[in-house]
């Protein structure tokens, strides 16, 4: 009998962003552009088809929508700490989607959506089809697509897969509780409000108690009842600020219609492809090991 298809959906711009942060400026384009983050995201997906083996369903999410997504339109404040991209990292950005494309991975990314929303959108479309899906992110916020049976969430970087249940026993609350765990706690990275003196512990038991919040808002005079520290506190806390709660609930679940979302990502990684993405890495002024590593591994999927 086969195996059951799977999926995995990349949250690109993460990896990206990382390899900016993080690796040394030591590689550059004939025109003196740095182009570390290209290294470094190349290199991460290599290691990561080197791992996986057949996919038939692979695709990639870029975010590029800081300061015009719809949620700015809700809350303008909305990931404003966030700086936009300075014209050499806007370069990079833009050749790892290149270069992805190449490898002829399903591409997404606009100025309306984030990548999370077209990775909900396509894990809504593989789960229609009854393939599990893997999001490959260090973003918690994903934790929310664990849904069906098979689903995993997996930060390549550290090594770490996470089924709902163990996603869950991480973090406090259940995949599906996720988005109403943010709109309590808050996420500063996002810039998103939360409850002012309503932690993520305290966060997290409310929600093991009400389930949701709907049901919180409903039964709301019973927080004061419950055994948390400071309880008629919270209670109090919460009431006062429920319209922001209500509010950044808005922005922390996910849209899992994004338009043009409506085929499933199909995938075969290929020789051609692989020698096309070392060709670009030439081109962009990334020579040595990396190009050559594509190579090879286009040869061993000729050969296969």
Not at 79 to 108: H, M, N, V, W, Y
Not at 248 to 270: I, K
Request: charged share 25%; net charge negative; hydrophobic share 40%.
């Amino acid at each position: 009998m086969n195996a059951k298809p799977r999926a995995c959906l990349i949250d690109a711009s993460i990896y990206i962003f990382r390899a900016w942060f993080s690796l040394p400026d030591r590689w550059h384009s004939p025109e003196g552009w740095p182009l570390n983050a290209v290294y470094g995201y190349s290199n991460f997906l290599l290691e990561f088809f080197q791992g996986e083996g057949e996919l038939p369903y692979c695709a990639a999410a870029f975010d590029e929508s800081l300061g015009s997504c719809f949620r700015n339109d809700i809350y303008p404040a909305y990931k404003a700490s966030r700086e936009l991209p300075d014209e050499a990292l806007a370069l990079q950005l833009q050749s790892c989607r290149e270069i992805t494309e190449r490898l002829g991975i399903p591409s997404f990314g606009c100025s309306r959506y984030e990548a999370d929303d077209y990775l909900a959108s396509l894990a809504r479309l593989l789960r229609g089809a009854g393939v599990p899906v893997t999001i490959v992110t260090r973003d918690k916020d994903l934790g929310q697509l664990l849904i069906a049976d098979g689903d995993r969430w997996w930060d390549f970087a550290a090594g770490v897969s996470l089924d709902a249940p163990a996603f869950a026993q991480k973090f406090g609350v259940e995949p599906s509780q996720f988005a109403d765990y943010l709109a309590l706690v808050g996420d500063p990275v996002d810039d998103i409000p939360g409850v002012p003196g309503v932690g993520a512990k305290t966060s997290a038991r409310l929600l093991q108690y009400f389930g949701n919040l709907d049901t919180l808002e409903r039964d709301l005079h019973k927080v004061a009842e419950l055994d948390i520290r400071g309880a008629a506190r919270v209670q109090e806390r919460i009431r006062e600020h429920w319209p922001q709660v209500q509010l950044s609930r808005q922005l922390t679940g996910l849209e899992e219609r994004v338009p043009g979302v409506d085929v499933l990502p199909a995938f075969s990684l290929e020789s051609d492809a692989l020698m096309g993405a070392s060709d670009y890495l030439s081109e962009l002024g990334i020579d040595g090991p990396l190009p050559g590593r594509f190579r090879r591994l286009a040869r061993e999927l000729e050969v296969a």
